[in-house]
């Protein structure tokens, strides 16, 4: 033999001996220690949905409780005002009344405005089912037929939402008059 052949196998770097044959029972161990840590996560993970379901659903009765409450605090002197309105009707004059009536419909305007309602007031406009109730028809000769003549009351809408139609008399046309 030659001297290179009785040298020792040279070990690379990083190379280790392959793991010795684990027994049935520390295999069984290793499983069961496994098992242990994912019961545990499991555990975790099912009380934590379940504070989290606790968590939303307290969240949610909340806001359906006191949800309304920034509108509502909108909406107190409006009340106020018209308390002050019918105190002051013996001694107030007409003109006075009506501009404090003016005054507390400004006032739940804005009231309205900070929630996001707007209002529907649609005369001349063409007549849209989807926003508008007819409540009759009439003919007009001056104005086209399926045109809101008359507003009978305001329709209003909550961020795009349609809360009530507004309720409008449409005209017909002359033709469709004496037909019907």
């Given at each position: 033999m030659t001297n290179s052949d009785q040298q020792?196998?040279?070990?690379?770097?990083?190379?280790?001996e392959p793991p010795l044959a684990a027994t049935p029972d520390q295999v069984l161990a290793d499983a069961e220690a496994r098992a242990t840590e994912h019961w545990a996560a499991y555990l975790r993970a099912a009380a934590e949905l379940e504070n989290f379901r606790k968590r939303s659903a307290r969240e949610i009765e909340a806001v359906r409780q006191f949800g309304i409450e920034r509108f509502a605090a909108e909406l107190l002197?409006?009340?106020?005002?018209?308390?002050?309105?019918?105190?002051?009707?013996?001694?107030?004059?007409?003109a006075t009344l009506a501009e404090g009536h003016r005054a507390t419909?400004?006032?739940?305007?804005?009231?309205?405005?900070?929630?996001?309602?707007?209002?529907?007031?649609?005369?001349?406009?063409?007549?849209?089912?989807?926003?508008?109730?007819?409540?009759?028809?009439?003919?007009?000769?001056?104005?086209?037929?399926?045109t809101v003549l008359q507003v009978v009351q305001k329709g209003y809408v909550l961020n795009g939402r349609l809360l009530r139609p507004a309720r409008v008399i449409v005209s017909a046309s002359t033709e469709q008059a004496r037909d019907g």
């Open positions: 020792a196998p040279v070990e690379q770097p990083g190379q280790t002197p409006v009340a106020d005002s018209l308390g002050l309105g019918l105190d002051a009707t013996a001694l107030a004059d007409q419909l400004r006032l739940l305007q804005k009231a309205f405005e900070q929630a996001g309602i707007v209002a529907l007031d649609p005369a001349g406009q063409p007549f849209d089912p989807q926003l508008h109730e007819a409540m009759a028809t009439r003919p007009s000769a001056d104005h086209p037929a399926n």
